[in-house]
Every structure is written in structure tokens, then in C-alpha cells.
DNA sequence: ATTATAAATGTTACGAGTAACATACACGGC
DNA sequence: GCCGTGTATGTTACTCGTAACATTTATAAT
């Protein structure tokens, strides 16, 4: 908008070229100590902000990730960007960050905005792509990684965990734990969600259970949680457990049950997804599957940078595994 | 990284210069139908990705606005940038995101990287800021709008709302429910919260009754606010009323009530801040100040583009007002 | 047909930091 | 005093989409 200060106008003032000026950005050592002093003077008293563009312009790095989350509302990507930046502050790189609204077609828009940033590489939390997605990333030549599940077709690099596996061995518990009559709660339909359903219904036939599903497509929420156990309750007779999608729809089926006086774990069984500090705050505590976010960030940054740094792995896919928070909402 | 495709490369496939090219882009009417139709094909079969780097070094705009949210597992602030975004898309601006972690310094670190990014435009949701921020926001001579309250030396534009005085009217339905020993439950001690403690002091003391604070500086949480509670309960005798900082401190309240056997409201009435739906998930349902952050993210991506667009305002400072969830946890 | 006007495309210059290479200068060792 | 080495700084060329202006081509109006 207004002209900011230019290197060249800070090395006008000193009687120097914009050369130095930029050397004592990227390389301070370079320069004279005494040159130091003064430009670092003179770039105060100009309030100097760096101007990227001309950067990105040189076929140079811009040491800039990008970073699409499909929700900004969800402990689960803030957890994986906190990971994420442990790494990228580390190693003196920028994260550019876009949410896409779980939708592929806002990805498509946020990951063509990123790259037209010219970022070093991109992580990605989804695996669903539009077919222009694809493309795109194939001609931008860059790493990429999708993380948090493992995709069927990845497009470069995966850091995440099986979905599947661990619905499996959550309901498994569950029916350990003497429950039969299991129902699947489940809201917004997305892949993660298709994948945990098929764990619960492996588990369920493999022990000679019938599965029972109840879904909204709607957006989760803990007043979801409720409306939907309800359902299940009106639908199926003597339930003695829920298995939960995520820890929303848990903590408002806990609540349901608290109002209704069915007893937890005694009455009916409930696992949630996710690991959420609410869950352990309800009583009796929640049992939930939790997803190591955090490690899958730091990992995923680790390789985009690795790989931008000219040291590829050769291993593309990394399963982080899963663990379980100390509820007692199984019995 | 690898050569990816240039409008030059697309001109000389065509055998015309990559100025028509550039406006199939921008103003695909000045493109003879023809033309357009040939470009179009290139384009989709080279895989063509824009390059915003020399559009950002012309003087024009870059038709993009950042952001900076404190949090991003706060549905307050996905709910602001979900407003800012109906305008933003809407008027063909893209927006970059950043989070500071409630943190002046990381604030001032993410600004600077979005001014190195040319942004034409700044929506903060913070009122603290260094030194150097304000210096260089000085500097960039771009709009800014510091959002959600109402800073006392604003930096440019404002919209939000009085958190004192919502503070004050909330804690004065409480005490016109015939609650009179209420005590402040707060974490994680900035601003806003402050400033809801003042209301809540003052209201207090204009009904002769003494304000009693129970705070933790740590991040605020469902588990902290059953702790703040029973923290309050053993250090203050016969209350009958909290007022929390937020709904996630609300409703642990509500759960540590729940399983301790204390009714909502008739033995402690509970109000909450923000308006969640968890809270409307709680038996009897959350009584909670309603910010209106939607309305303040549209409000302000307005003005920002109004002004970018040469439409300035004379008025600078928006206070869109506060409502309550319909809850019963008052009494 | 002839000029006026509009539509379509082309030409030129520009922006601001940086890589690669070039030069200047200081200092120590002989 | 001369040379070699290294440090500090300067010079030049480059990046590629776009604004502003220029030119060509098509269309309409008399």
C-alpha cells in the first residue's frame, strides 16, 4: 500500500548497498561488525518489514510449509499443529495455514492458494482429493504429507494410524468386557468415520455380533451425541454398549444417560474416539481411543523438511499406532 | 522447486504473449471467445498453478487479508473466521491464517510474517501487542481491525463487544435470581478476562455483597473448572452462585456438581460465557453470555475491504453487544 | 468506401531481494 | 616491500506477472 522502507532504503541512508543489507539478514556473520551495528540501527528507526515476494521469485527456498486442517475447532488439529511447529520453529521455517471445512473442493481452492505462495511443502489432513488436486500437487514437485489415517492411494508421504485396527481393538474391549448388543454412533460422515465403522463391524461379526449402527451426515457436536443415543435406545432393544465415533458425541451420550438415569458403565458401556480432556472429567471417566496428533505433527514436519533438505527417506508410510486413556466407562 | 509451468510457457505453446494469457486470468472478457477457449485448454493440460510472487511486487493488492486467532481449538474463533470468510469469499480476497497462542510475542512474530506476504488487510483478535507491532503495523500503512473487545488505545478499527459491561449485566441477573454469594471462577488471566472480573466486581459491590475470585493462570479447561469449584466450595462457605469465564470452566463446574450431588440452581446457580453448544447439552441446560462472533467476523472483514477498496468509515469503533443461551442454571 | 469506434492483442518497463561472481582492502609471514 | 589469504563489500543479472500504453484488427455508421 504505502511505500515501506526497501533495503535499498536503508542502505541509501548508511551509504551502502542493499547488498549488505540483505547479508545482514541471512547471514550476519558476513558482515562487519561495525556495518552490523549500523544497520541494525538504521533498520529499527525505519521499522523495516521483510518483503518475501522478490524471495519467491528466485528459484530459492521460501522455507514455508503449508498446512490445511479441515477444522478449526478441533483439539485434534491443534495438537497436530502444535507438533507441527515444534519442528518448524526449530529449523527456521513458516507454516502457512488454511482450513478446508472437511470438503474437497475447499482443499482444492486452499492448497492452490498455498502454492501460489510458492510453500517448500505441504501437509495435508485428509486423504479425500479432488482429481485437479492431484495434478497440481504431481506439477508442484514438492513433498507433501497426509497425515492422521493411512489412504488407500497416498500422494507422497503418510504419517498417521490404522482407523480401522483401532475401532477393531476398541470394540474387541468393549466386548471383553462381557457387552454385546454394541451400537456405532456416528456423525459427518467422512472417511475416518467409514474407516472406524468398519473396525466396529469386524469386531462385531468376528465375535458372532450383529452391528447396529445410528449416523447423522451433521456436523458432531455434544448435543448430537444425545439426540443419536437416544435413537439407538428407541430403536434397539436391551443396548449395553455404544462405541462412539468421537469423544463429542461420547461426553453428550454420557450426559444423556446421566439425565436419564441409565448408569455408566453398569447399564451401558461407552468408548469414545479421540482422547479429549472432557472425557476424563465426566464420571465414571471416559475410556477413548487416543490418537497420537501430537507425534504424527512433529512427524510429518520432520519429513517435509528432511526431504526439502535433500534427505528423502526412503520409507513413504508411517504408522504411529494408538493408545487409551484411563476411563472407566467400560465396566 | 522443479520448473513448474509459467504464463510465458503457456504464451509460447499458443504462439501469443503471455500478457492475453495473464488476462484470461484476471479479465477472461477482454479474451476474444476463441482465444479463450484455446488458453483454457493449455492451462487445464499444463497443470498451470499461479504464481502470486511478482503480482505481490507490482504495487498492486494482493488481495488478501490475515488473520491471527489466539487459539485453534476454540469454536469462538473458528465462528469469527467462518464470518470473515462469507466476506472474503464473497469479495474474491483470500485470507491467511495464523495463531499466536494468546502470546504478544508470537503475535508479533505472525504478523511479521504476514506482512512479508503483502497483506492488504490485518484482523487481530487481540488488544496487547509489543512495541514492535505496533510499530510495524504503523509502518505497513494497511488496514487493521483488533476484534472480539474494546481496546483502550485501539491501533485503527474495532469491532467486539463490552466485556465489562456483559460481565456486569450477567452477574446482576444473578443476583436479581436472589443469588448472592457468587463467586468469579477465571484461568488463564488475560485481558478479556480481566475484564469480564471487573464487571463482575462491580456488580458485586453495587448490590453491597463482596466479590470473591477463585483463578488459576493455567490454560482454561473442562477438568480446571471442576477443580476451580471445589477450590471455591472449600474456601468459602454457603455459595450460592458462580459466574465462569467461560463455558468450558462451566461445565466442568456443572459435572463436579453433578457428581457431588449439588443442584443446578437451586443450591448453585451456574452462568457461562460464550454460549457453546455444549452447554445447552447440561441438565438443566447452560445460562451463558452470547458473544456474537459471527457477526463480528463479518463486521469486520467488511470493513477491511471497505477501506482497502477506498471506502473508509468515519466511524472506527463497532460494539455489536452480547445476548444470553436460553438456559436455566440461574434459577 | 471511409472514417469513427471498439475489441483484441502486443510492447515495454517495472518491482526488490538474491545468487553468483568480482573487486577492494587488511593483515600476517617471509 | 611483496605475496597470499581471507574478509568485507560491490556489481550484474535474473525472476515473471502486471500496469500503462501502443498497435492492430474487426465492426459499425455515415
Redesign the pocket.
Known amino acids: 500500500m504505502t511505500?515501506?522502507?526497501?533495503?535499498?532504503?536503508?542502505?541509501d541512508q548508511l551509504?551502502?548497498?542493499?547488498?549488505?543489507?540483505?547479508?545482514?539478514?541471512?547471514?550476519p556473520?558476513?558482515?562487519?561488525?561495525?556495518?552490523?551495528e549500523k544497520i541494525a540501527q538504521a533498520v529499527k528507526q525505519s521499522g523495516?518489514?521483510?518483503?518475501?515476494?522478490?524471495?519467491l521469485?528466485?528459484?530459492?527456498?521460501s522455507r514455508t510449509v503449508g498446512v490445511v486442517i479441515p477444522s478449526l475447532s478441533n483439539q485434534v488439529f491443534s495438537a497436530l499443529v502444535d507438533g507441527i511447529e515444534t519442528i518448524t520453529n526449530a529449523e527456521a521455517f513458516d507454516i502457512l495455514l488454511a482450513h478446508s471445512g472437511y470438503d474437497p473442493h475447499i482443499e482444492e481452492r486452499k492448497i492452490e492458494m498455498l502454492l501460489s505462495y510458492q510453500v517448500d511443502g505441504l501437509i495435508l489432513c485428509e486423504t479425500e482429493h479432488t482429481e485437479r488436486t492431484r495434478t497440481m500437487l504431481k506439477q508442484a514437485g514438492i513433498p507433501v504429507v497426509e497425515c492422521m489415517e493411512l489412504p488407500e492411494s497416498p500422494l507422497d508421504m503418510v504419517v498417521g494410524l490404522d482407523h480401522k485396527a483401532a475401532a477393531f481393538d476398541a470394540v474387541s474391549r468393549m466386548i471383553k468386557s462381557n457387552k454385546r448388543r454394541i451400537v456405532y454412533l456416528a456423525a459427518r460422515l467422512d472417511r475416518r468415520t467409514m474407516l472406524r465403522q468398519q473396525g466396529y463391524e469386524q469386531a462385531m461379526w468376528e465375535a458372532g455380533l450383529t452391528p447396529q449402527i445410528v449416523a447423522t451426515p451433521f456436523q458432531s457436536s455434544f448435543s448430537q451425541g444425545g439426540s443419536l443415543l437416544k435413537q439407538a435406545l428407541d430403536t434397539f432393544d436391551r443396548l449395553d454398549g455404544i462405541f462412539c465415533t468421537n469423544d463429542d458425541l461420547a461426553v453428550g451420550a454420557m450426559q444423556f444417560c446421566q439425565n436419564a438415569g441409565i448408569r455408566v458403565p453398569d447399564d451401558l458401556a461407552v468408548m469414545g474416539y479421540n482422547g479429549l480432556d472432557i472425557g476424563l472429567t465426566m464420571q465414571p471417566p471416559l475410556t477413548s481411543v487416543v490418537t497420537p496428533r501430537q507425534a504424527i505433527g512433529i512427524k510429518s514436519a520432520r519429513l517435509i523438511i528432511d526431504v526439502i533438505n535433500g534427505k528423502p527417506r526412503k520409507e513413504k508410510l508411517f504408522d504411529l499406532g494408538f493408545s487409551y486413556t484411563d476411563g472407566h466407562s467400560l465396566g
Open positions: 511505500n515501506r522502507a526497501s533495503l535499498q532504503d536503508i542502505a551509504g551502502i548497498t542493499k547488498m549488505t543489507v540483505s547479508r545482514y539478514f541471512r547471514t556473520e558476513k558482515v562487519a561488525p561495525a556495518t552490523r523495516y518489514i521483510h518483503n518475501r515476494a522478490p524471495a521469485m528466485s528459484k530459492a527456498l
